[in-house]
């Protein structure tokens, strides 16, 4: 049976990006233990309709830790207290009675608040649309099947892709760095076959495009990885790095010759 808790929330409200937030408390009541966190707020925001207050406004799609929308900071924490999940992933049993939770919205430069708790990510986007595909026709899936690929390859690929673009690294990191998503987009297409055609160019493009997005560099301290609903890992940064670099010091047909 389902154990019920009163809590205390001290949100941040906020208009939009041109105007001043704050904290606000809002009480949480009768909040049963296995709800998830979004079902939580829905009962919050039902509770504030009813008395003629604006609802808490809050990014969600999925609700299944797929589309990477629901980015909330939860008591300093993006995602929250666990690992490896994101907020729409959280269960209130990881709360107890009475407890006070700090619910905030991402806090970087480059992702301004749309309104309350929603923060406008289309900087990752942006960076996306700047070189994170594949120009030549690779075949449909029969055909990429017929690429040898050693598994470990595969596998650290697969790993990559799994990035769902949340913003949680850059939340996490002390600079905004968006260096974590970046380098999960471009490893996922700089390590397999069909995305050689622009290695290198696709490398300049997304960094150049990150740094226009105004997010700020690496710390190295890791702060990103350990935040990531997905787990993805640093060595993808290290490989951006040789992409760009490589980039800059060779002429793109240069590269090709050499390798």
Known sequence: MAQHMNLTLKVWRQKNDKTKGQFVTVQAKDIADDMSFLEMLDVVNEDLTRLGEDPIYFDHDCREGICGMCSLVINGRPHGP???????????????????????????????????????????????????YVNVNTGGVPDANTIPIPKRIADEAFEAATCIGCGACVAACKNASAMLFVSAKISQFALLPQGQTERYERAQAMVDQMDAEGFGNCTNTGACEAECPKGIKLSNIARMNREYFTAKLFREEDVHTHN
């Open 82 to 132: 666990k690992y490896g999940i994101t907020t729409c992933q959280l269960h209130m049993r990881s709360f107890h009675d009475g407890q006070t939770i700090v619910i905030e919205p991402w806090r970087a430069a480059a992702f301004p608040v749309l309104k309350d708790l929603a923060v406008d990510r289309t900087s990752f986007d942006r960076i996306q649309q700047a070189g994170g």
